[in-house]
């Protein structure tokens, strides 16, 4: 690598490992690192990384150019419920908002489930004199001297972060920008979010459940973000730091600060962003995405482009603002096995996670996970975990699987293979209603595997639920931080406009929602610009939630490319809401007056993105197709001991074929290819598995 050069350097801190992925912007090549994440100093990780790349690499952290980076910190925080003690300050009569919620039970089927803790405590909600109409008049002005006066009790009490969320701000939003502009004022200290900033939606409660999460991690974000960037410029990277989103775009850290809210779910979503990039530039456009990381198992659809969603859920809640359209199906390599009081084999949802980690990281970890099971099959060979960087104990991994084995009457090896076995269930009994719910035909699709364990499982998970095909990219551990390091800018906008249409009545009805797209254009396009980062190209795309008059619940209307301006163009919004609805719940009524309830504006900068570097000019040919294997082991699985072919990945070029059981040995993973399948790799040094 030459010191001249300049690089993109993509990180994703995940809760086991910080992955890198650094690309060389001339020639396109790709070089991976994996370090231990630090949980409890986050930062180190990302300048360990740098470090590796300056010693290991000869790469100046000063020749880094573009430096993005994705964090669990927001969503663990989250989770654990380790944030801020947040406050809530809220319309007269409306204390309970998150108490109620939508009042679902989390478990239809048992009266008895408890619901889950608010993030705000009731004792920590306050209620002030004021009210906005639902027309977005004011009807109560804001009692500003009862405001003060309830946030500093609250304070007086110990919270460290207020949420503001007043009923109707999502139609004027005055009364929560004077309230934050007092707040700041006599509160230096606090970390304030408002409901209209963050996302001004109508729904009391999902408003106010998203600005009450940006207020409980704001703090912890905001430091987080401070203390990176003064360690990674200290390392020598000058780059702007840039963070990625759930949506699977990027923004500034200095945008990331105001709403962290944002980056809950931008690991899994950059994932996705790598997936759709590598399958693209392999002629790959029908993929699901199987990402099994330490903890968790993510799955996600690209048919074309990817999915993206306005219900993503974090921990106990539900998050409206868009996401990209990922769901857990399962356990990861750290989920540990179990058996319940009946002697059932169990595995997740608890995880060994990177400190103490699976037993066989000899760092204090007795639980039997499923990394141990590969290891004791012998499918991980332990002198090569991590290219031979992190050494796997054997013996360690043996002694938990005992536990395990003596409790339902195995032995060792048959136990592992069982751990294995009931993490694959668990998988498909998630998969397959999944995939029937989103109207995908798996037959039709190939599974694309990453994260650290993805491509250790996904041939067995493959064979189960019948995909033919499966995509091994180059770097599978470490797709999410290439997907940070090729996400576009991106950011959404919306706004409740709740006008009934009826195309039938040929007045023009449209002339609001005009008015409404066109401000929020005129945000969306200024933000980009706000955010100064280089981008070949700006987009806004367009659409809106659409029901039929008196229902409750809207379907996501794309009109991107339908001119409101146009003759006829009402017709063409309810012909689109039709073909919509009709595709999801198979009718639509033609006839019927709709209603537009909110409109979205999407703001795309769209980045340069180097072509991936193939890994030969030539293909091979022949008899020089058949790839040689570095050597063979013996494994056990099926249900028997197999002699099984091992190669190298770093040795394997384009034109390479061979058949399992094989097992392929990468520094970031390991490749499990179960027998009945071929494989071959293409010119980009993915391996292409197929089902016989």
Not at 320 to 335: K, L, N, R, T, W
Not at 358 to 377: F, K, N, Q
Not at 529 to 555: C, H, M, P, T, Y
Request: overall charge negative; aromatic content about 8%; some cysteine.
């Amino acid at each position: 690598m030459g010191s001249t050069d300049s690089y993109r350097l993509g990180i994703d801190i995940g809760g086991t490992f910080t992955d890198f992925c650094l690309m060389n912007e001339t020639t396109g090549v790709l070089t991976s690192v994996k370090v231990p994440s630090t949980p409890s100093h986050p930062t180190r990780s990302v300048v360990e990384g740098i470090r590796v790349f300056a010693d290991r690499y000869k790469v100046p952290p000063s020749a880094i150019r573009y430096f993005v980076h994705g964090t669990t910190i927001a969503v663990n925080t989250v989770i654990e419920r380790k944030g801020a003690r947040t406050g809530l300050i809220v319309t007269q009569g409306f204390k309970d908002i998150l108490n109620l919620g939508r009042s679902r039970l989390p478990d239809i089927f048992d009266y008895f489930t408890e619901k889950p803790e608010p993030l705000v405590a009731r004792r920590d909600v306050k209620e002030i004199g004021e009210r906005m109409l639902k027309t977005g008049a004011p009807y109560k002005a804001l009692p500003e001297a009862e405001l003060l006066q309830a946030v500093k009790e609250l304070v007086d009490d110990g919270i460290e972060a207020l949420t503001v969320s007043f009923l109707h701000s999502y139609r004027n939003p005055a009364h929560e920008r004077r309230a934050k502009e007092l707040v700041q004022k006599h509160f230096p200290d606090l970390y304030v979010s408002t409901s209209s900033e963050i996302w001004p939606q109508i729904r009391e409660y999902e408003r106010t459940l998203v600005t009450a999460i940006n207020a409980f991690v704001g703090r912890k974000m905001d430091q987080y973000f401070s203390s990176l960037e003064k360690e990674v410029l200290a390392a020598g990277v000058t780059a702007r730091l840039l963070s990625t989103k759930s949506n699977g775009g990027i923004m500034t850290a200095a945008s990331a600060r105001l709403v962290p809210v944002e980056t809950l779910t931008s690991g899994p979503a950059s994932g996705v962003i790598g997936a759709r990039y590598v399958g693209n530039q392999a002629g790959f456009t029908k993929l699901i995405g199987i990402d099994m990381g330490g903890t968790s198992t993510e799955v996600a659809v690209i048919d074309g482009d990817i999915r993206y969603s306005t219900e993503s859920h974090v921990g106990d809640f539900e998050i409206i603002m868009p996401a990209v359209d990922v769901s857990s199906i399962g356990a990861g390599g750290g989920s540990i096995a179990w058996t319940d009081a009946s002697g059932v084999l169990k595995v997740g949802p608890k995880s060994a996670g990177a400190d103490p980690g699976p037993a066989c990281y000899g760092r204090g970890g007795t639980l039997p996970t499923i990394t141990d099971a590969y290891v004791v099959m012998g499918i991980v060979d332990p002198a090569k975990f991590l290219g031979g960087e992190l050494k796997l104990d054997p013996d360690k991994a043996a002694a938990a699987i005992d536990g395990i084995a003596v409790a339902i009457g195995l032995d060792r090896v048959k136990a592992a293979e069982a751990i294995v076995q009931v993490a694959t269930s668990n998988m498909y009994s998630e998969l397959v209603p999944l995939m029937a719910r989103k109207g995908v035909d798996v037959s039709e699709f190939a599974l694309l595997v990453y994260g650290g364990a993805g491509a250790t499982h996904g041939f067995v998970l493959a064979r189960e639920v019948g995909i033919q095909k499966v995509f091994v990219p180059m770097s599978p551990g470490t797709l999410c931080a290439l997907g940070s390091m090729v996400a576009d800018v991106k950011s959404d906008f919306i706004a409740t406009v709740h006008q009934a249409l009826d195309p039938a009545s040929g007045t023009d009805e449209l002339a609001d929602i005009r008015k409404a797209f066109a401000g929020l254009e005129q945000r969306a396009s200024a933000w980009i610009k706000s955010e100064r980062i280089n981008v070949e190209e700006e987009r806004i795309a367009k659409g809106a939630d659409v029901r039929f008059l008196g229902q409750s619940f809207e379907i996501a209307v794309d009109l991107s490319h339908v001119d409101l301006a146009a003759e006829g163009a009402a017709r063409k919004v309810a012909e689109a809401f039709h073909k919509g609805y009709a595709a999801i719940y198979g009718q639509a009524d033609t006839t019927a007056p709709i209603e537009i309830i909110n409109i979205r504006v999407t703001a795309i900068g769209i980045t340069a993105k180097p072509p991936l570097a193939p890994i030969s000019d030539k293909e091979l040919t022949g008899a020089a197709r058949a790839a040689p294997p570095a050597s063979r082991r013996q494994i056990y699985f099926d249900g028997k001991t197999q002699e099984t072919s091992v190669f190298d990945r770093k040795s394997l070029t384009w034109g390479h074929e061979f058949s399992g059981p094989a097992i392929v040995d990468q520094y970031d993973t390991t490749v499990f290819i179960p027998a009945g399948f071929t494989a071959k790799v293409d010119r980009l040094g993915n391996i292409i598995g197929e089902l016989q």
